[in-house]
């Protein structure tokens, strides 16, 4: 219950808003704030199925497109690795596009500030949802790349895809989420969302194609070697250095 | 009543200038007389003088607008966030001519306009397109105190984006080719010479244009500040 | 309660607020009058901490503003003319899903359903319900959390006389002496709003242009304000 006394000394004013830990008088912590906005987003998401349905159903579609415009039966190696990149890039800028605008249009930003909260949760709890969305997008997205274009079976490298899908979907969700964040509160919302994201993940695609793409040949008689270390080691430290950036200029953008 | 405005902002604007005048003369003259002329790629050479020096110069730039832009977000000043601008703003341009001077060399060296071999030239596409952006966010947004928060928010992605985008590019690139482009090290003495003059004088013409951009702005805001006071619309 | 000093904030090159300065004590009601336009909801929202003052100084519940924002927040109650709620969600979700956010029990909730009267439509989406009923849920949703200022920008807007017979005891002003409700009301009706108010604020385009107990005012001096 939310105490009544006001017996908290005046504290020294030492930006609370910058420090990445804010000293929360009463009101949930972290974890559970977290928790509640990643409830409320799912919920949100589960009842109007706005983000989900359309990006998987883009994957599948651009996949056959891809078919026509390349006039091929199958791929592997780089095309495939570049296909799969490409169609899974675009279908999370959808995702993107929708982060946020249930929250701008509904006053969703503005209870959320009203509450004595740390305002990160909301990038931890958005990042954490995009990441969801991008998972069972690709939990539909990579069979039917498999089934419709793909050479190569998959489930001689599926585990090793699933690091390399882990990895690019991090720094998927944390630039998204700070792109999102940023744009749908301009006018052009649908249109800078991706200029914005696109440059900013090819890095992610440069790591995500290289590391993929020896997964997705056919194999020697020895086995698929796994991803090169290099690619893999390139998405974490794109991962950890992005987090790390918006985790620190996030509550800059929801403050007014 | 004075004659003329306190000139506040200006007033290191004419060392600059007359440094910036200097030096690019002198640069000129070294790189067309005293660098000698490179054995492999003939004369068209030399426009490495001028292209790296302007890589160099956009790159930091794009990392200074991202530092300037810190510091705007920890004092809430707006002049940070003028400043910051300014050098994004540049460092674009000076980004375009990058890119068009290593086309350019591209064209005399490999005979194509575009080479996706040279990791500069394809990480300074990326970029580009990346702050090509800057200009049409910052007009998307009304609110100028908000519009001048979400630059800044920006920059500070971007700058931080900009040295991990080379770090990917690099790996990525199969060097085919060895990087005649790129390469500053084991210059022989002249031509090291002559590179830093170039450098120099790149980035003083970077930081005059920049510093009269700066004044420009700041004398018309001033201006509209006191048109308003004395009541004219 | 809250103290204002030459509170100004702007919009670009305008002042959405001028220079306004007051002081409001503990369980006092200060009733905002003017235009559309005149800054009452940007007043509303800086003392709600969701705006920061760009000059001026601003104290509310004994913290200044927006340096230790961050204590006020979950304080205060905000009923703006956004009902702040997800219109794909059922009431009972909503009201949940701030209750976890302000660290508030669920029993609170269904104590809430039941003040505004919405228990049994409680868990239908929102957007099924009419206006009033949303005004209704709205209404729970800021006063949740108990809070001891509440700001309110017309909140009987939308309510039948009945519902706002329901919704008296939440906004009104308190009837407990140990815990003394403040209100900030930003009202367009004179007789109503001056019969419920401690302090009178006349704003128009941004400057202050009455303040005063509301004894000394006249309904006149606000219908001024419109002219």
Known sequence: MSAASTDEPVQPAASPEQAPIAPQARGPGMWATVAALLRKELLVELRTLESVPGMSLFAVTTFVVFHFALNQNTVSGDEAAGILWVTLLFAAMLGVNRLFVADQDQGGFDAFLLAPVDRTAMLLAKALALFAYLAVLELIAVPAFGL?????????????????????????????????ALAVQTRARDLLGPLLALP???????????????????????GVGGPPIRWLATLALYDLVFGLIAYAVFDFLLED | MSRTLPLKHGRGLRPLSIATLVAIPIALVLVFFYAPIEAEEGFLQKIFYLHVPLAIVTLCGFVIGGLLAIVHLRTRDRQWDLRSYVAIHMSLIFGVGTLITGSIW???????????????????????????????????IEDPERQARYASVFAIVAGAFVPMNFLAVRLSTAYLHPRVLGSSSNLPPKMAFTFLVSLVAISLLFATLCSYELTAKRTRMLLKARSRTLGFR | MIELEGLVRRYGEREALSDVSLSLHAGQTLVVFGPNGAGKTTLLRILSTLLRPHSGGVTVLGYSLPDEAWAVRGRVGLLGH????????????????????????????????AAVALT????????????????????????????????????????????????????GPGTDPARPRTRVISSHDPAGGLAEADLVLGLRGGVPVLLSEAADVSRAQIAELYR
């Open chain 3, 82 to 113: 956004e009902p702040l709620l997800y219109r794909e969600l059922t009431a009972r979700e909503n009201l949940r899903f701030h209750a976890r956010l302000h660290g508030v029990g669920e029993e609170r909730v269904e104590e809430l359903l």
């Open chain 2, 106 to 140: 591209a064209r005399g060296s490999w005979g194509h306009w575009w080479v996706w071999s040279e990791p500069t030239l394809v990480s300074f596409l990326i970029v580009i397109l990346l702050y090509a952006t800057y200009q049409p966010l910052r007009f998307a």
């Open chain 1, 200 to 222: 900013l993940l090819v890095p992610v695609v440069i790591g995500a194609a290289r590391a993929s793409s020896p997964l997705l040949v056919l194999a020697h008689p020895a």
């Open chain 3, 120 to 171: 049994d439509r409680a868990d239908e989406p929102l957007k099924t319900l009419s206006r009033g009923m949303v005004q209704r849920a709205a209404v729970a949703r800021a006063t949740l959390h108990d809070p001891e200022l509440l700001l309110l920008d017309e909140p009987r807007a939308n309510l039948d006389p009945a519902a706002r017979e329901l919704v008296e005891p939440l906004i």
């Open chain 1, 148 to 180: 419709l274009l793909l050479a190569p079976p998959l489930s001689q490298t599926l585990p090793d895809l699933l690091l390399v899908l882990v990895l690019a979907d991090i720094g998927i969700a944390a630039i998204g989420t700070l792109v999102a």
